[in-house]
């Protein structure tokens, strides 16, 4: 406890200690001519004479601690406290006379005296300013806002003494330079913004006007901060990745770009150990020659080097073609002890959407000059106000039902094309009449033309209804495109017998390109199907069947063949415990058994001749968890059916299949967003990114991802500088 001598001589450096936004008092009379200048701190030796001066006037009223004291005999006239330490600080009568203020935060009780000089505020400020309150530590990191920041006091020209602004119901936030070069990095991260920008005159302007005392800061220094958050993200998540108990699927995407380098994008696919399927972008690698057969294979190593994954691969994914040379380059890079499991379809795989965008060109390039007809019509009625009109107006007349609005196609998204044509074939009626009312309108489409686009329409809807699901569904998974992929090659073969010359051509090219697919990748479908408990291997064999007729035999063998095979490898692997207890190791591998009655723990302990016994009492023809699981009867066919949940739930079951299961039903059967499952034009890098640096493409892109899937939380400290 300080004595009144030792508060009055307060030194200096006692001085600098105390906050800066402590807020200073003054009497009543010096209240109401307190100047603009008020809110300057005064010096060490201006304090120290005021408190002298106090300390020696026993008579005046005592203004001390920033606290006005009031005789006792009237509470009712006592003033508000001022003190900044009452907002986190309760004033606890103890006994008669004894008053002590208690933490708001910790609870902590501290000697506290009215109209005293010892035990006033100067004890419970530093407690606030000097971080030895613990809670409100913590709330300081929750909220990312700092209340006390000790600094000197008078401050300099260059480092002003920061300045708190608050009201009664919100937080006091200091001005924190290195959390705003923080944001200003997350900004341009989330928005795709050009670093440039923070030299841009307008966006100086802007933010010197909404923060003064804020340097702007530079391009190289801006491209430092967005590298370092990357890297703050980029370690959280590698966090993530080793704690996955199973393997992990990648999907590659190649952009191009204007200077002819590629750029491919790294998607890593994996099921945590809560049975929720993640995906999140790993790398994007620059490569110079986009065109070469060694430029899949050299990204997917680099990933797997940077991100240790070279023992934890399962499968790949590409969205183009590749030669013999490229596939083989691939296959070492996947430790399976056979490459050639399934035919090799389950190491390597197309993806789904950019097939369906191939078979949706070409249909829209069968019907091209009758696409450009419809789409002139559209183009006529809806780039001017007074043709919609009359359109609209002969629409009511004609009382067309059609709820349809017209718009014009984005030629880079097939499916704008395909909903303009469903448009403009409900509203035909409207078309055929429309030249009668506008005599500026000469070039409508005749009825063959409008057979032409029902025919489109009719064939591009099996297309856009199985790449829709890419778009509606979060994780679209490889048993649903199993049967999407059967349904269409089903009608197609039922089709493609038309006497109509333009539906038999159609349906021709339709065919070929899914037969395509089907074959490179029907029988790693089929084993994502068999892990179904509502299918297992049934389905497979009814599709096979309706497919491929007296050969099917001959897939459903190598469909099964490969599932035993690759269950066999499972089983090398080392299991937690038994396999009856055995879990992905998450806790469930240390469960243990006590007998409810006479306590005893059931262990290994003792029980060896049990195993022993039933090892000689069971049948030598023991079946395995795989034929277990698919001789027991199906589930019935959910709607809503959770195939993940259902294995979390029956991991104790099948320890080892499930394992298995987790890594199969990982499988992407896409390696595109959802925003690109239309587009008809490979992604091309834009030209101001293509200018940057490769590490800094890859940390604005892999960060913004991460951001968005939340992988990290936003750090309280401040930024690694790096500068380029």
């Given at each position: 406890?300080?004595?009144?001598?030792?508060?009055?001589?307060?030194?200096?450096?006692?001085?600098k200690?105390?906050?800066?936004?402590?807020?200073?008092?003054?009497?009543?009379?010096?209240?109401?001519?307190?100047?603009?200048?008020?809110?300057?701190?005064?010096t060490?030796?201006?304090?120290?004479?005021?408190?002298?001066?106090?300390?020696?006037?026993?008579?005046?009223?005592?203004?001390?601690?920033?606290?006005?004291?009031?005789?006792?005999?009237?509470?009712?006239?006592?003033?508000?406290?001022?003190?900044?330490?009452?907002?986190?600080?309760?004033?606890?009568?103890?006994?008669?006379?004894?008053?002590?203020?208690?933490?708001?935060?910790?609870?902590?009780?501290?000697?506290?005296?009215?109209?005293?000089?010892?035990?006033?505020?100067?004890?419970?400020?530093?407690?606030?300013?000097?971080?030895?309150?613990?809670?409100l530590?913590?709330?300081?990191?929750?909220?990312?806002?700092?209340?006390?920041?000790?600094?000197?006091?008078?401050?300099?020209?260059?480092n002003?003494?920061?300045?708190?602004?608050?009201t009664?119901?919100?937080?006091?936030?200091?001005?924190?330079?290195?959390?705003c070069?923080?944001?200003?990095?997350?900004?341009?991260?989330?928005?795709?913004?050009?670093?440039h920008m923070?030299?841009?005159?307008?966006?100086?302007?802007?933010?010197?006007?909404?923060?003064?005392?804020?340097?702007?800061?530079?391009?190289?220094?801006?491209?430092g901060?967005?590298?370092?958050?990357?890297l703050?993200?980029?370690?959280?998540?590698?966090?993530?990745?080793?704690?996955?108990?199973?393997?992990?699927?990648?999907?590659?995407?190649?952009?191009?770009?204007?200077?002819?380098?590629?750029?491919?994008?790294?998607?890593?696919?994996?099921?945590?150990?809560?049975?929720?399927?993640?995906?999140?972008?790993?790398?994007?690698?620059?490569?110079?020659?986009?065109?070469?057969?060694?430029?899949?294979?050299?990204?997917?190593?680099?990933?797997?080097?940077?991100?240790?994954?070279?023992?934890?691969?399962?499968s790949?994914?590409?969205?183009?073609?590749?030669?013999e040379?490229?596939?083989?380059?691939?296959?070492?890079?996947?430790?399976?002890?056979?490459?050639?499991?399934?035919?090799?379809?389950?190491?390597?795989?197309?993806?789904?959407?950019?097939?369906?965008?191939?078979?949706?060109?070409?249909?829209?390039?069968?019907?091209?000059?009758?696409?450009?007809k419809?789409?002139?019509?559209?183009?006529?009625?809806?780039?001017?106000?007074?043709?919609?009109?009359?359109?609209?107006?002969?629409?009511?007349?004609?009382?067309?039902?059609?709820?349809?609005?017209?718009?014009?196609?984005?030629?880079?998204?097939?499916?704008?094309?395909?909903?303009?044509?469903?448009?403009?074939?409900?509203?035909?009626?409207?078309?055929?009449?429309?030249?009668?009312?506008?005599?500026?309108?000469?070039?409508?489409?005749?009825?063959?033309?409008?057979?032409?686009?029902?025919?489109?329409?009719?064939?591009?809807?099996?297309?856009?209804?199985?790449?829709?699901?890419?778009?509606?569904?979060?994780?679209?998974?490889?048993?649903?495109?199993?049967?999407?992929?059967?349904?269409?090659?089903t009608?197609?073969?039922?089709?493609?017998?038309?006497?109509?010359?333009?539906?038999?051509?159609?349906?021709?090219?339709?065919?070929?390109?899914?037969?395509?697919?089907?074959?490179?990748?029907?029988?790693?479908?089929?084993?994502?199907?068999?892990?179904?408990?509502?299918?297992?291997m049934?389905?497979?064999?009814?599709?096979?069947?309706k497919?491929?007729?007296?050969?099917?035999?001959?897939?459903?063998?190598?469909?099964?063949?490969?599932?035993?095979?690759?269950?066999?490898?499972?089983?090398?692997?080392?299991l937690?415990?038994t396999?009856?207890?055995?879990?992905?190791?998450?806790?469930?591998?240390?469960?243990?058994?006590?007998?409810?009655?006479?306590g005893t723990?059931?262990?290994?302990?003792?029980?060896?001749?049990?195993?022993?016994?039933?090892?000689?009492?069971?049948?030598?023809?023991?079946?395995?968890?795989?034929?277990?699981?698919?001789?027991?009867?199906?589930?019935?066919?959910?709607?809503?059916?959770?195939?993940?949940?259902?294995?979390?739930?029956?991991k104790?079951?099948?320890?080892?299949?499930?394992?298995?299961?987790?890594?199969?039903?990982?499988?992407?059967?896409?390696?595109?967003?959802?925003?690109?499952?239309?587009?008809?034009?490979?992604?091309e890098?834009?030209?101001?990114?293509?200018?940057?640096?490769?590490?800094?493409?890859?940390?604005?892109?892999?960060?913004?991802?991460?951001?968005?899937?939340?992988?990290?939380?936003a750090?309280?400290?401040?930024?690694?500088?790096m500068?380029?």
């Amino acid at each position: 406890m300080a004595t009144p001598v030792e508060e009055t001589m307060a030194t200096p450096i006692e001085d600098k200690m105390a906050t800066p936004v402590e807020e200073e008092m003054t009497t009543p009379i010096q209240d109401k001519m307190a100047t603009p200048d008020e809110d300057k701190m005064e010096t060490p030796d201006e304090e120290k004479t005021l408190a002298l001066t106090q300390y020696e006037d026993k008579t005046a009223t005592p203004y001390e601690n920033n606290e006005v004291a009031i005789p006792e005999a009237q509470p009712n006239k006592r003033r508000k406290k001022k003190s900044i330490v009452w907002e986190h600080f309760t004033i606890e009568t103890v006994s008669a006379g004894c008053r002590r203020a208690c933490c708001n935060q910790c609870k902590q009780s501290f000697a506290y005296s009215t109209g005293a000089k010892v035990a006033g505020t100067s004890h419970l400020k530093r407690h606030i300013a000097k971080g030895t309150c613990p809670a409100l530590l913590r709330n300081q990191n929750n909220s990312q806002s700092s209340p006390y920041t000790p600094s000197p006091r008078g401050g300099s020209s260059s480092n002003p003494p920061k300045r708190r602004y608050r009201t009664p119901s919100t937080p006091q936030i200091m001005f924190d330079p290195d959390r705003c070069r923080h944001e200003i990095a997350r900004m341009i991260i989330m928005h795709d913004y050009p670093l440039h920008m923070v030299e841009h005159p307008g966006f100086v302007a802007f933010v010197q006007n909404l923060q003064p005392r804020f340097n702007m800061v530079s391009f190289n220094t801006v491209q430092g901060d967005c590298v370092a958050t990357y890297l703050m993200e980029k370690q959280s998540l590698t966090k993530f990745i080793e704690g996955i108990p199973g393997r992990v699927c990648l999907t590659l995407d190649v952009w191009t770009s204007s200077q002819s380098v590629g750029y491919v994008f790294i998607t890593g696919h994996f099921i945590d150990a809560d049975w929720k399927l993640h995906r999140r972008l790993l790398n994007v690698v620059m490569e110079p020659y986009p065109d070469s057969d060694t430029v899949l294979s050299h990204a997917v190593a680099v990933c797997l080097h940077d991100w240790s994954l070279e023992s934890k691969l399962f499968s790949i994914t590409y969205d183009r073609p590749l030669s013999e040379a490229a596939l083989a380059n691939l296959r070492p890079l996947i430790p399976i002890k056979n490459p050639h499991i399934l035919n090799g379809q389950l190491l390597v795989g197309n993806c789904i959407a950019r097939t369906l965008s191939s078979i949706a060109t070409e249909v829209l390039a069968a019907g091209e000059d009758t696409v450009k007809k419809i789409r002139d019509s559209v183009k006529y009625v809806k780039t001017s106000e007074s043709h919609e009109e009359k359109f609209l107006e002969l629409k009511n007349q004609l009382q067309v039902p059609s709820e349809r609005t017209l718009s014009l196609d984005d030629q880079t998204q097939w499916n704008t094309t395909y909903e303009m044509l469903v448009a403009a074939s409900e509203l035909k009626e409207v078309f055929s009449c429309l030249d009668t009312s506008d005599s500026d309108y000469k070039h409508a489409p005749s009825l063959e033309d409008w057979k032409q686009v029902d025919t489109l329409c009719t064939y591009l809807k099996l297309i856009f209804d199985a790449a829709n699901i890419l778009t509606t569904t979060s994780n679209p998974t490889a048993v649903t495109f199993f049967h999407e992929v059967w349904r269409i090659q089903t009608e197609l073969v039922r089709t493609i017998t038309s006497e109509d010359p333009f539906i038999s051509s159609l349906t021709k090219v339709m065919q070929d390109r899914i037969e395509k697919y089907w074959k490179n990748c029907s029988l790693a479908l089929a084993t994502a199907v068999v892990m179904d408990p509502r299918f297992k291997m049934k389905l497979v064999e009814f599709s096979f069947n309706k497919i491929y007729g007296e050969e099917a035999p001959t897939f459903i063998k190598i469909v099964d063949d490969g599932i035993h095979e690759l269950f066999h490898e499972y089983l090398t692997l080392p299991l937690p415990l038994t396999p009856t207890y055995a879990d992905d190791g998450t806790g469930g591998a240390n469960v243990k058994t006590e007998d409810s009655q006479g306590g005893t723990l059931l262990t290994d302990n003792g029980l060896t001749d049990f195993d022993m016994y039933i090892m000689e009492t069971t049948s030598q023809q023991m079946k395995s968890e795989l034929d277990q699981y698919l001789d027991e009867s199906l589930l019935p066919r959910v709607h809503e059916f959770d195939v993940l949940g259902w294995w979390k739930l029956n991991k104790m079951k099948y320890p080892t299949l499930s394992k298995m299961a987790r890594d199969i039903l990982s499988i992407p059967v896409s390696t595109v967003p959802s925003e690109s499952v239309f587009d008809t034009v490979a992604k091309e890098m834009d030209q101001y990114r293509s200018s940057l640096r490769p590490e800094t493409v890859e940390a604005l892109i892999c960060a913004k991802d991460w951001m968005q899937h939340g992988s990290a939380e936003a750090p309280n400290n401040a930024l690694v500088r790096m500068e380029y």
